[in-house]
Each structure stands twice: as C-alpha cells, then as structure tokens.
C-alpha cells in the first residue's frame, strides 16, 4: 500500500488538486498582495493629503501672525489645531534647528540635532535642499508607544513681504527661514489597514477554501473515482481476471475514455479467452504429444518437459539434460543443444540412453532455438522421437537380411533381380554360374534377355512381362550351348526401384529324360499298333502280290496284256505302293525323336493323323468313332508329334476301357463307341475324348496324371502315358481334365489357348 507521500505523487487527482490549488493559491495570494498594497498605498496617500493640507492649513493659518510677528496667536493657533486626536506633535524650527513653536510647551527653544530625521532631509546635501517633493518630505517612524507616526516637514520660505516688513527683516538671499513639522498618530490607520488585511486574507482564503473544495469534489467525482475505476479494472484486465464493464454514463472525454476501455476490455477478453483456449490447447498438445519434448537454458538446466519426457526418464527439479537422458556427469561431446546455442540454427542427431526401468532407448533428436524480443537465444527447445521400436527392427532386419542373403545366394536355383522395364539384370545369387557358367559380376548390369537366342528374344520380354510361370525355355550358357529352363515370374519392390524375381530352374537333363520317356512311349504305342498296321500294309501288299500273279501267269502262258487291263493293274500296284509308302513314312516320323519347338498347327489335322494310324485296330475290334469336328478352328502353339503322342494315348486308353468292360460284362453291349468332340469357345480351342467304358473312380481321378500310375493289369501299362500327355499338354500352355462317373465312361477334355 502507498504511504501518503507516495500516494500524492502517483495520484492524477492528487496532482490535478495541488496543481490548481498552487496556482489559485498564488492566485489569491498575489490578488491580496496587492490589493493590501493598493489599499494601504491608498490609505497612506490619503493620510499623506491629508496631513500635507493640514501642514499647509497651519502655514497659512500662522502666515499672518508670522508677518505680524504674533507669538501668542501662532501658539494658540498650534495649540488649537494639535487638539484633534490623530496629530501627535506640531513643531516650527527656526533655521538653527531651534524649536520655536510646539504644542509641547517643554520642547519650546530647544535645539535640535541638525542632521537629525526631521531636518535631515532638507540638510543632507550643502547647501540644503530648498525644493523638496511630498514624498520626500514624508518621514514613517514609531512612537515610544509603539504605533507608527507620520510627520510631514513642510519648510517655510522667506518670502518679499518678510523682507521689507519692519516687524523682523531677514535677509533678501535667505530662501528658506525655518520649518513646519507635523506628525500625526497611524495608530487608527493602521488599525484600519490591519483590518483590510485581514478581510482580504480572510476573504482570500474562503475564496481559496471554497474553490479548492468545489475542486477537489469535482476532481474526486469526476475525475479521480473514474480514474480509479478505469485503473482498477485495467488491473483486472492485465490480471487476466473477467472483464466487467466500466459504468461511466457521461459524454466527455472521461466517458469516451470509459467507452474506449471498455471496448478494448471486451476484444482483449475476446482475444485473452481465444488465447487461453490456444494456451490450453498447445500445453495439452505439448503434454500429449507422443515425442519426447524438454526446454533447456544455456547450463542444459531442464526449464520444462512434457508428460512423455517425465515418463520415459523420471527427471528430477533441476535436473540437467545429459544426467536424466543418460545418467551422465557432463554434457554429451556431440550435443545438438549447445550447437543450437552457439549458430541460432536446427540440429538433428540420433541418442541412445536407458529408460528409468533399465531398457535402452533409442531416438532422434532435433532442436530448435527459443528467443526473446531482442532476438537473443534463452533456451533451446529438445524434440526427440522415440525409435527404439525401429532401431529393434533395424537389427532385426539386417540379421534377417544377412539370413536371407545366404538363404538368397545358397538357393540352388538361379535366381534374377531384373529391372521392369529395361530387363537389366540388378542382383543374381552364386547358383548362377553353375547353371550359365557366367559369374555374378558379369552377370549383373547385363539384359537378362541375352540368355535367349536373338529370334526369341521379342517373344521372351513379352512373356517375362506378362506371365508368371514359363516352361521350358531355351537359353544359352556362356559356352554357347542350349539349356532348357522353367522360368517363375514375381513382381516385387527393389530399393527404389520395381523389378521382376526371376527364378530358372534347368530341366534340360529332365526333358532329355523325359524325351527317352516319350519315346519309349511311343515304341510302345508302335507295338500297341503293330496288329493294325500289319493289317494296313496287308491290304496294298495283296494288290500287288495279285496284280503281280496275274502278271506272272499272263507271261507264263505267254498271252498278251491288254493294254487297258496293263495300265488299270499298274496304276493299282501305284497307287497301293504309296499307301503302304505313307504308312510307313507316316510310322517312322510318329517313332522318330521330336524336338520341343513349338508351331502352329490345326488341332484337327492332328487328331486326323492320330486316328489314321490307329483306326484299322479300332475297326477290326468293332469300336465305333465318332467324329464331331468344328471346322475352321484357329491354330494352337504345339509341336506336331509330341502332341499326336498325346490324341494316340488316349484313344488307346479308351480302346482298352471298352475291351475292360467287355470282360466285365460279355461283348453284348450295345454301345462300344469313341467320340471326338473340337470346338473354339472364348479364345481357347477345346479337345474331348470320352468312352463307353468302364469309366473312371472318383478315388483314383486325381491320381490319373501322376508317373507310373495305372489301373491296368501287370505287363499291360508302364503309368506314363497319362502323366507323359499331361506334361505335354503344359508344354502348349493348355490344360487336361478327366472326368467321369463309374461305369459310365470316361470323357478327357484338353483346352488350348488360342496364341
């Protein structure tokens, strides 16, 4: 609280009351000042008059009895006027000084002192003055008693008639021949004046007395409460308190003040609310924010930490940074908060330290400067994220990476990392070179598409792009020597990059078995079809072994050979000559070795040739075929012979299920039949083959394509007609199903897609 001193000098109503009360009080003061003056100079001036008319009245009233040298009538005339109560002393000098007349008979002849106050005035210069002014000739003194006296010397001047008169002649040169000296009491006048100063005083301080009162209740009604409610309740804004508006109903400024404050209190209040909603909103942000958040002065002193930060490390008050992040003694060699202090800029680091429980904690740390409004760096504001989580993958992906990098380079197979879109081998594992004979480092950056032979090269990149499985691919080793692969396609993330996982499998040691397979297949089939041929080449052979008889006896008899008759058997013997011909050539293409090149071929011209070179056996054994080709088909991607392998197979299959259920149920049956089905259905070409025989069981349909399975008795089947027309069939891209419902017959149906 304010001593009255202090008061006085902080108050506005303070200073405005002591700045007008001085200045009305000077005022007033100089007001009374000189009025007083003014009336005593008033006063005086007429006591002065007056008393200068009286000594005049008494020179002229003595004149006469001076000229007439009238002793008595000057005393009495003295004596008579010195009466009046105010006139304290007449007195009439000589020019000696000498007191002539009085009305104190004591004073009568004595001599005065002529440098004394009365004569002084005249005689203070030699020789004496003769012409004096009034003022001059007036002389203020006190009296015995106290009072002030006023004496007035008026000298008298020798005048013609003194002269020349007979009575008492002074001489011509003398000017003046003595002096009248009155003094009159001021006792009542200074009565009088005492009382005019008092009443001006007095008036002057109820005028002071009286202003001053309406003042200061005009300044403390109007001025000081109302500035002492504007104060206090612009304290209460700065407190941040509630705002309760000022009542101030006037017009004036102090009410324009009261307006003005109340406005800026409501938009403050507006502004302080909206503050206090960010402030709450950023401390809970900066409580809730899962980083690590601490503020830090320039000794690395905690200022502040968020709920994350005292969580994580349990800091104690006045805690250093280094000692509750690590549990150190001094700051960290590489700190990102002392470089923060010393640039103003940002800094980033990663830490490592243990969590209150033990742990270790990883994390990175960024900072940022805190400054004040000269721009200086007070503290430095430490965010760090925690990344232990990650740091614990991190390890764990490159202990994982480094598993699966030998995993990666041991796999047995080739395996590519090739570029999307340029096929630009990036990685490959160790298997290469034993499978291409190239290294890893002359493998990489080098197109994968140079393992192909120029013509195939097109055709691959296209496959590569758009398949996920490729069979039996020809590629080239770095001698120059042809290796058949199966190829696997995957998509997959490379770093920064999209590539393709290429994994090649060599399968040329597989189909070189798998070709002595299919031969051998066909060997067999051959031996299966030996009865049928016999019987086709007997027909051609009879023709010409009974033209060439005819022939034979003809010359035995020596008769002659119609000419007609000659050229008709001739063209005979021709004719079944090229029969027999195709037969056999037809016999050694099916029994010669057939590569894997796959062309273009009509699915039906196939079937055609399959069944000529089977159909005598299925005619002689009574077994129908029946035909329902679609015309017109497009062409499929396949090799010619291997494919016929294939269609024989299976019409020795369904020929053997008819002969199975004719020892099952006697040769009665009514319906022995095969029929062919082609046709073209949304871009694919499909092949069924279906029987009358015994059917297939469902416990056995899902076994039919593996090798060497079969249902035949020993010494009729080896089990590899089924699986060796299924590998087949994929080599064209196309798929085989069975179906069938036990005795009901069996029914194949083979799909190819259309290229």
């Not at 764990?396 to 590519?416: C, D, R, T, W």
Request: overall charge negative; charged content about 30%.
């Amino acid at each position: 609280m304010l001593n009255p001193i202090q008061y006085l000098r902080h108050s506005l109503g303070s200073k405005l009351i002591i700045a007008v009360g001085l200045t009305l009080l000077l005022t007033i003061s100089a007001w009374s000042y000189f009025n007083i003056r003014y009336q005593k100079q008033r006063l005086m001036d007429n006591i002065l008059a007056g008393t200068d008319r009286l000594s005049n009245t008494i020179r002229q009233g003595a004149h006469y009895a001076m000229m007439l040298n009238s002793r008595d009538d000057i005393n009495q005339i003295i004596n008579n006027i010195a009466k009046q109560p105010e006139i304290e002393n007449i007195r009439i000098y000589n020019k000696a000084g000498q007191i002539k007349f009085t009305n104190w008979e004591a004073e009568v002849d004595k001599i005065t002192n002529i440098k004394a106050e009365a004569c002084d005035i005249c005689h203070k210069t030699d020789p004496p003055q003769v012409r004096l002014g009034l003022s001059v000739r007036t002389r203020i003194f006190k009296s015995p008693e106290g009072y002030n006296l006023l004496g007035i010397i008026a000298p008298i001047y020798n005048e013609p008639g003194c002269s020349t008169d007979s009575c008492h002649v002074h001489p011509e040169d003398k000017k003046i021949l003595g002096a009248l000296d009155v003094v009159v009491s001021l006792a009542a006048s200074d009565r009088e004046i005492l009382l005019a100063e008092k009443g001006i005083i007095g008036l002057a301080a109820f005028v002071f007395l009286l202003t001053s009162t309406i003042i200061f209740v005009f300044v403390l009604g109007f001025v000081n409460r109302p500035i002492q409610k504007l104060i206090d309740e612009t304290r209460s804004i700065a407190r941040g308190e509630k705002f309760k508006s000022v009542e101030i109903d006037r017009d004036d400024e102090m009410g324009q003040l009261a307006a003005a404050i109340n406005k800026m209190g409501k938009e403050i209040g507006e502004k302080q609310a909206e503050l206090n909603r960010q402030r709450d909103e950023y401390q809970d942000l900066f409580e809730r924010v899962p980083c690590i958040i601490s503020v830090q002065d320039k000794n690395y002193k905690l200022v502040k930490y968020n709920r994350k930060f005292s969580e994580k490390f349990d800091p104690r008050p006045g805690d250093f940074c280094y000692r509750a992040y690590k549990g150190r003694d001094e700051k960290c060699p590489n700190c990102p908060v002392e470089k923060t202090f010393i640039d103003g800029a940002s800094h980033y680091s990663e830490e490592s330290g243990l969590n209150k429980d033990g742990t270790v904690a990883h994390w990175i740390v960024r900072t940022s400067p805190i400054k004040n409004t000269d721009g200086e760096i007070v503290a430095a504001m430490e965010m760090s994220l925690d990344i232990t989580p990650r740091k614990q993958l991190e390890e764990k992906l490159e202990l994982s990476e480094q598993k699966y990098h030998a995993i990666f380079n041991n796999i047995p197979n080739p395996v590519f990392v090739l570029d999307r879109d340029t096929l630009e081998v990036l990685d490959c594992n160790e298997s290469v070179t034993a499978v291409y004979g190239y290294t890893q480092d002359e493998m990489i950056q080098r197109s994968f598409l140079d393992l192909c032979r120029e013509p195939e090269k097109h055709d691959s990149a296209r496959r590569l792009r758009e398949a996920n499985t490729i069979n039996q691919v020809k590629h080239i080793d770095k001698k120059g020597n042809d290796i058949y692969v199966d190829i696997w396609v995957s998509p997959s993330e490379y770093p920064g990059k999209k590539v393709l996982l290429v994994t090649t499998s060599d399968i040329t040691q597989r189909l070189e078995t798998e070709q002595q397979l299919i031969q051998a297949s066909k060997m067999a089939t051959l031996g299966e079809m030996a009865t049928g041929v016999a019987h086709e080449l007997n027909q051609p052979l009879s023709v010409i072994k009974t033209a060439s008889s005819f022939f034979v006896k003809k010359i035995n008899q020596d008769e002659e050979i119609v000419k007609d008759t000659l050229h008709k058997m001739l063209t005979k013997i021709d004719s079944n000559v090229d029969r027999a011909s195709k037969i056999i050539n037809h016999m050694r293409q099916f029994a010669r070795k057939s590569e894997i090149d796959l062309v273009k071929v009509h699915i039906n011209e196939v079937l055609e040739r399959a069944f000529e070179i089977f159909s005598q056996q299925l005619k002689v054994r009574g077994i129908d075929v029946v035909w329902d080709i679609q015309d017109g088909l497009p062409k499929i991607m396949a090799e010619p012979g291997r494919l016929e392998q294939v269609f024989i197979n299976l019409l020795i299959n369904a020929r053997d299920a008819i002969e199975e259920k004719w020892a099952a149920r006697g040769r009665d049956t009514e319906d022995n039949r095969i029929t062919i089905v082609t046709r073209a259905e949304d871009n694919r070409v499909i092949v069924e083959v279906s029987d009358t025989g015994t059917g297939i069981p469902e416990m056995i349909r899902d076994k039919l394509f593996e090798p060497f399975f079969t249902t035949k008795e020993v010494g009729k089947g080896t089990g590899l007609g089924l699986s060796i027309s299924y590998g087949i069939i994929k080599e064209c891209g196309g798929n085989i199903k069975a179906g069938s419902a036990d005795g009901e017959g069996a029914r194949f149906t083979l799909t190819f897609p259309v290229p």
